[in-house]
């Protein structure tokens, strides 16, 4: 299949300090008004910037809506995926396209408002190294948005030990250094600076405004909280097991051993002593399977985990694919071999 570059302005490339990173998936009504709103605050920052809008695989008019922008602005670049592969996919797109020294991420439904991000570039100068907003007073659902994820910051926070009131908030900025080294794949992206906490980032949180949606509906709900909880299991093991996964499976292992030690002890003492038939026991066949099972399904689970970021990793592929790259200047050296390695 051809692979498709277009350059919009010439193929000056001028040095970039801010680049806005947004993913977007069926936001075509939210698209133009969203632009206005960002040009209107960061042309007053008299800062070099550049937005980058990462099409998700939409199935509306959001590309064409992307590609007319491209056209009309040198700021603007437009990446298009081939299919759906997930707000993380898409954020990471973007951190390695970005060529920015910092990095603000936000959505795309107009709930996150671009005249925070003054606020955040300005805490972010006074040394740290992200700057996460927090939506203190939302504007959604609070039984199928709101209650979802207060109940998963809770959990993330205890988890990770970095305490933060609203790690499901896009709204952040980030060192550009800091967020090319996070590793992005699966549903990643909300625990990112649970992440980078194990790159010794300083890390902080502000509130931010919230608005209520106007257009389009709302990809997430109360199922994301399970996957959640799911995906804390990978990031607890990334942050203190990585380097030594036999401090986890050992213990557990252990733990789960002695149980099953003590069990047996006490079935061979109403053998021998109560003289007791013990292969018929229920306790000795469901507790049996019940551990198997777990063990086996949760150690699958974190093993091909790890198998899955060996594989990006040392092939230095990516966990998406780029149908097209859209951009002011001729595409820099890094973007090209992007492009080519993953098409």
């Known amino acids: 299949?051809?692979?498709?570059?277009?350059?919009?302005?010439?193929?000056?490339?001028?040095?970039?300090?801010?680049?806005?990173?947004?993913?977007?998936y069926n936001e075509e009504e939210n698209l133009p008004i969203l632009y206005e709103r960002l040009k209107s605050v960061l042309d007053r920052l008299e800062k070099s910037y550049e937005i980058i809008f990462v099409n998700d695989g939409s199935t509306d008019r959001s590309w064409e809506i992307i590609k007319d922008l491209a056209r009309k602005d040198k700021h603007i670049v437009g990446v298009n995926f081939r299919k759906n592969f997930g707000q993380t996919a898409a954020m990471s797109a973007g951190f390695d396209i970005a060529k920015g020294d910092v990095i603000i991420t936000m959505d795309g439904d107009l709930q996150n408002d671009p005249e925070d991000i003054p606020k955040l570039l300005e805490?972010?100068?006074?040394?740290?190294?992200?700057?996460?907003?927090?939506?203190?007073?939302?504007?959604?659902?609070?039984?199928?948005?709101?209650?979802?994820?207060?109940?998963?910051?809770?959990?993330?926070?205890?988890?990770?030990?970095?305490?933060?009131?609203?790690?499901?908030?896009?709204?952040?900025?980030?060192?550009?250094?800091?967020?090319?080294?996070?590793?992005?794949?699966?549903?990643?992206h909300r625990f990112l600076p649970a992440l980078a906490k194990s790159v010794g980032a300083k890390i902080t949180e502000i509130p931010v405004k919230h608005h209520p949606r106007i257009y389009g509906k709302s990809k997430y709900g109360i199922s994301?909280?399970?996957?959640?909880?799911?995906?804390?299991?990978?990031?607890?093991?990334l942050l203190d097991?990585?380097?030594?996964?036999?401090?986890?499976?050992?213990?557990?292992?252990?733990?789960?051993?002695?149980?099953?030690?003590?069990?047996?002890?006490?079935?061979?003492?109403?053998?021998?002593f109560l003289g007791e038939d013990i292969g018929?026991?229920?306790?000795?066949?469901?507790?049996?399977?019940?551990v198997l099972s777990g063990i086996q399904l949760i150690s699958t689970g974190i093993v091909?985990?790890?198998?899955?970021?060996?594989?990006?990793?040392?092939?230095?592929?990516k966990p998406y694919i780029i149908k097209e790259i859209i951009s002011d200047g001729k595409l820099s050296d890094k973007e090209k071999e992007l492009f080519n390695k993953n098409n």
């Open 1 to 24: 299949m051809e692979k498709k570059f277009e350059s919009i302005n010439g193929d000056k490339q001028e040095k970039v300090e801010i680049s806005i990173v947004i993913p977007i």
């Open 123 to 188: 805490v972010l100068n006074q040394g740290y190294d992200i700057v996460s907003g927090w939506r203190k007073d939302r504007k959604d659902n609070f039984i199928t948005r709101t209650l979802p994820s207060r109940i998963a910051n809770w959990l993330i926070s205890k988890t990770t030990g970095v305490h933060l009131h609203d790690y499901g908030c896009s709204l952040k900025a980030y060192r550009s250094e800091v967020a090319k080294r996070l590793d992005n794949y699966g549903e990643m």
């Open 224 to 237: 994301r909280t399970f996957k959640v909880i799911l995906d804390l299991f990978l990031v607890k093991f």
């Open 241 to 272: 097991y990585r380097t030594k996964p036999l401090r986890v499976f050992g213990g557990v292992g252990l733990i789960l051993f002695l149980i099953g030690f003590f069990s047996l002890l006490y079935l061979i003492f109403i053998k021998i």
């Open 280 to 290: 018929q026991r229920p306790l000795l066949i469901f507790g049996t399977l019940l």
């Open 304 to 317: 091909a985990e790890l198998i899955t970021r060996t594989y990006y990793e040392a092939q230095e592929k």
